[in-house]
Structure formats: C-alpha cells, structure tokens
C-alpha cells in the first residue's frame, strides 16, 4: 500500500492534471443565488443584487436542465431567504455537486466629492468674516461595465482541503484509494485542490469567452479568498455579471432581454466545460 502511494504521489506531482483533467463527468451543478431575504446585497436605482441574482439562476437552471438533461440541478435558493454562506456550501457538498456557480451582481465603491455651495459671515473677534460653505456629494452612480468571474484565492487552500477530506466519498470513484485515516491522504488531497482550482480557472475563461463574444466588457478570471468558494468540495466560480450602479447595464439586467442573454452567456460556458472535462 505505502509503495503504490508513493507511486501515486510522484505521478501527481509531476503531472497533477493528468489525473483529474478529462474523464471526468460533470452530473450535478449547484447554482448559487447570491445573498437573498435580509440580505439585499448591492442596491442600484430601481433594483437589488438579491433579486436579479435569483432571476439569472432560475433561468441558467432552467436552460441547463433543456440542453443538458443528462444534468441535475440544485439550488442554493429558490426563493427571497438567505442561506448562510455556510449553509450554501453545506448544500453543495451534501448534494454531491460537481461544479459550484456563485451568481452575483458587481458595484463599484462610488466616490465623494466636497463642492462649495457659497458662502456665510461668521465672527472672528470683533470682526466679522466671510468664509466659504461647503456640502459633500456621494456619486454612487458609475460608468465601470462588464463581468468577472472569480475563483478561489490560494491562501483559503486549507479549508479547501478541509471540504475535500471530509466529503471524500464524492471523490473516491476517481482513485478508489482515499482514506482518511492515512495520512498519505493528505497528498492526494492537495493535488485534488489543485486540480479543482485548474478546473475552475478553466470554467472561469469559457464563461468569460461567452460573455466577451456577446460584446460585454470582459473584465477577466480572477483569485479572491471568497468562504463560498472555499467550503466546497468541488470546482467552483462566482460570477459577478454586472454592475448595479451602472444605470446602463442595471436596466439591461432588469430586461428580459439582458437576462436571458447572461444566462446563456453562462450556460454555453459550462457547456464547452463539461464536453472538455468529459472527452
């Protein structure tokens, strides 16, 4: 047993994707509507991040569940409550899930501007002085577009590998030598980790690609040590699919139009993710 771990481990390390890269048959997704019930998340004009989160995830599920039946979908949310992040990747890893997608919608921080309104006498002494008065503006509103996918930053790896241990049995089918009373588990744990970050770095670039072919903003794939990302025992993204405080793009995410456009900028993404990892 020691000698086929050891054999094991030099194969992964010098060649982790091998393993982990094609063959690998995605069954279950698990859709994540971003933040939910007392939770609005970002505000814009006329709408909340919570609301068109769920929008976008009802309608992905909905796609993937018409051009991808051999697929299940599970949800995060189905309605206006929120899960804890906690909860979210508890229902992920509990469900078995093979890929984690996180929707949200972007805002920008705004920015503050101190303008002088005009000015007061005030007394200075015996004397009496004109000085300037001033009124600070909030702009809120931004002129910032497009979408970016995030997957999970490298320093929350350990946690990573703590969701990996303890839900194992999801992946046992693949080596048929996990054990987590071996302390040689822990290599193979973290090469699955890495793997799991390829993974999610790939499915990250196919989104993007769709969302870029469509003519929005591509803003890129990038790392953040997001808990939802880092709780779950599977390869994982979070979408952030506009910016809420765009008036532009917040009336394109309350249209119809705009929603049935992001979901299928998404669901083309993990469509050309799954006939890869499955080839």
Same mark, same amino acid.
């Given at each position: 047993?020691?000698?086929?771990?050891?054999?094991? &481990?030099?194969?992964? =390390?010098?060649?982790?994707?091998?393993?982990?890269?094609?063959?690998?048959?995605?069954?279950?997704? *698990?859709?994540?509507?971003?933040?939910?019930?007392?939770? @609005?998340?970002?505000?814009?004009?006329?709408?909340?991040?919570?609301?068109?989160?769920?929008?976008?995830? +009802?309608?992905?599920?909905?796609?993937?569940?018409?051009?991808?039946?051999? *697929? /299940?979908?599970?949800?995060?949310?189905?309605?206006?409550?929120?899960?804890?992040?906690?909860?979210?990747?508890?229902?992920?890893?509990?469900?078995?899930?093979?890929?984690?997608?996180?929707?949200? *919608?972007?805002?920008?921080?705004?920015?503050?501007?101190?303008?002088?309104?005009? $000015?007061?006498?005030?007394?200075?002494?015996?004397?009496?002085?004109?000085?300037?008065?001033?009124? $600070?503006?909030?702009?809120? !509103?931004? #002129?910032?577009?497009?979408?970016? $996918?995030?997957?999970?930053?490298?320093?929350?790896?350990?946690?990573? /590998?703590?969701?990996? @241990?303890?839900?194992?049995?999801?992946?046992?089918?693949?080596?048929?030598? +996990?054990?987590?009373?071996?302390?040689? %588990? =822990?290599?193979?744990?973290?090469?699955? $980790?890495? =793997?799991?970050?390829?993974?999610?770095? %790939?499915? @990250?670039?196919?989104?993007?690609?769709? &969302?870029?072919?469509?003519?929005?903003?591509?803003?890129?794939?990038?790392?953040?040590?997001? /808990?939802?990302?880092? @709780?779950?025992?599977?390869?994982?993204?979070?979408?952030?699919?506009?910016?809420?405080?765009?008036?532009?793009?917040? !009336?394109?995410?309350? #249209?119809?139009?705009?929603?049935? /456009? *992001?979901?299928?900028?998404?669901?083309?993404?993990?469509? =050309?993710?799954?006939?890869?990892?499955?080839?």
């Amino acid at each position: 047993m020691r000698t086929s771990l050891i054999a094991l &481990f030099l194969f992964l =390390a010098f060649s982790p994707q091998l393993l982990f890269a094609n063959g690998k048959k995605v069954k279950k997704i *698990v859709l994540d509507a971003g933040h939910g019930g007392k939770d @609005g998340g970002a505000r814009g004009k006329i709408s909340s991040e919570k609301d068109l989160t769920l929008d976008v995830s +009802l309608l992905v599920g909905k796609m993937i569940k018409e051009y991808m039946p051999d *697929v /299940e979908v599970i949800y995060t949310r189905t309605t206006d409550v929120y899960p804890s992040l906690v909860q979210r990747h508890e229902i992920a890893n509990q469900n078995g899930g093979d890929l984690f997608i996180s929707i949200h *919608v972007n805002s920008t921080a705004g920015r503050t501007q101190r303008i002088q309104t005009g $000015t007061k006498l005030v007394k200075k002494g015996k004397k009496k002085v004109r000085v300037p008065v001033y009124k $600070t503006i909030h702009h809120r !509103e931004t #002129s910032t577009s497009g979408t970016e $996918t995030y997957v999970l930053g490298l320093h929350r790896n350990s946690q990573k /590998e703590g969701a990996i @241990g303890e839900y194992s049995e999801e992946i046992t089918d693949e080596t048929g030598m +996990l054990n987590t009373n071996d302390p040689q %588990t =822990a290599i193979i744990i973290a090469q699955y $980790t890495q =793997a799991y970050l390829s993974r999610s770095i %790939t499915l @990250g670039n196919k989104i993007q690609q769709q &969302f870029y072919s469509q003519g929005r903003n591509d803003l890129g794939v990038k790392q953040k040590g997001l /808990e939802v990302l880092a @709780g779950s025992a599977m390869p994982g993204v979070l979408i952030e699919i506009g910016f809420i405080n765009n008036p532009e793009e917040e !009336e394109y995410l309350n #249209s119809a139009a705009g929603q049935k /456009e *992001v979901a299928t900028a998404i669901v083309k993404g993990i469509m =050309a993710y799954k006939a890869e990892a499955e080839k």
